[in-house]
């Protein structure tokens, strides 16, 4: 399968703290396989619901890159992001961009996957995605062949990465993945379901709902240090799916790390709501400089 670049976006260093994504990589030469006969058209929009922005009706899963900017060291540590939305919508930046920004000024490449989402039959896509959760076990089973895209997607986006290590001043065995919410399925598929030499180097499950079956697919023989992080008041219930996540991962002796917040709900991201959960961002890179990938 051709993996590519195909366009160079304008993107810089701004003056003083901010920093923009440089480019916006195609991950596939054409329609994307599985997809081809998709017609609905990608849109972004500002969600009441979600408070944020959301981008809809992905149908051409792409990498928005954030490089280290200039002054500041390079660990050679890269992070493919997955947002969430239910597989509806994407949180594009409470659970990417700005991820992705505060990561690079740590010296870590990051990449923003947008990968393939259900088609939206209204103009407001996350409260769609709400209204098909009240059946839940019919939502992820009519969810599944997207799923399953969605997963090809990210794990073509973790071997892009590591093919074009070289121009991003990567270390291609610091490559890593973190998802949050339906993005912690497109990640966990990358750990999961995947060829040996093709998985991460480290994962990171922000408020996850793995679909059910992966809670059963053993750890993989590969050690590949976990970062989980939840909230116990998660509206979508899905915190123990995190705990057990974290179960299996210590079952099989396997590094991981849980941050379980009393309150936070789900999809906090960057966000910020004056609670303990606020600083889940600062938790985890202090978890990545303990396990090498914030040192070179």
């Not at 997809?35 to 009706?57: I, P, R």
């Amino acid at each position: 399968m051709k993996i590519i670049c195909t366009f160079l976006a304008t993107g810089f260093l701004l003056l003083g703290t901010s920093v923009q994504a440089q480019e916006t990589i195609k991950l596939y030469q054409g329609k994307a396989p599985g997809s081809e006969n998709w017609t609905q058209k990608e849109a972004e929009m500002y969600s009441d619901l979600f408070k944020t922005e959301v981008v809809y009706n992905v149908t051409d899963p792409t990498l928005i890159v954030y490089q280290v900017p200039k002054g500041v060291k390079n660990t050679g540590t890269a992070i493919v992001i997955a947002p969430g939305g239910g597989f509806q919508s994407l949180s594009i930046n409470r659970e990417g961009k700005e991820l992705a920004e505060i990561l690079s000024k740590k010296g870590v490449t990051a990449f923003v996957l947008k990968y393939r989402l259900n088609k939206t039959e209204t103009n407001d896509p996350a409260r769609e995605m709400m209204d098909k959760l009240k059946d839940r076990v019919a939502f992820e089973k009519n969810s599944l062949a997207t799923i399953q895209l969605a997963a090809q997607d990210g794990k073509n986006a973790l071997n892009y990465v590591r093919a074009n290590a070289s121009k991003y001043g990567i270390d291609s065995k610091k490559v890593g993945i973190i998802g949050f919410s339906a993005g912690s399925t497109v990640a966990m598929e990358t750990v999961l379901d995947n060829k040996p030499e093709q998985l991460p180097d480290f994962v990171a499950n922000i408020y996850g709902g793995p679909r059910p079956e992966l809670l059963s697919v053993p750890a993989p023989d590969k050690k590949i240090p976990m970062f989980v992080c939840a909230a116990s008041d998660d509206q979508l219930k899905l915190a123990p799916r995190s705990i057990q996540m974290y179960n299996k991962w210590l079952d099989a002796g396997q590094t991981v790390e849980l941050h379980m917040y009393s309150k936070g709900g789900h999809g906090f991201g960057t966000g910020k709501q004056n609670l303990p959960v606020d600083s889940w961002e600062t938790r985890f890179e202090e978890w990545l400089s303990l396990e090498g990938f914030l040192a070179k």
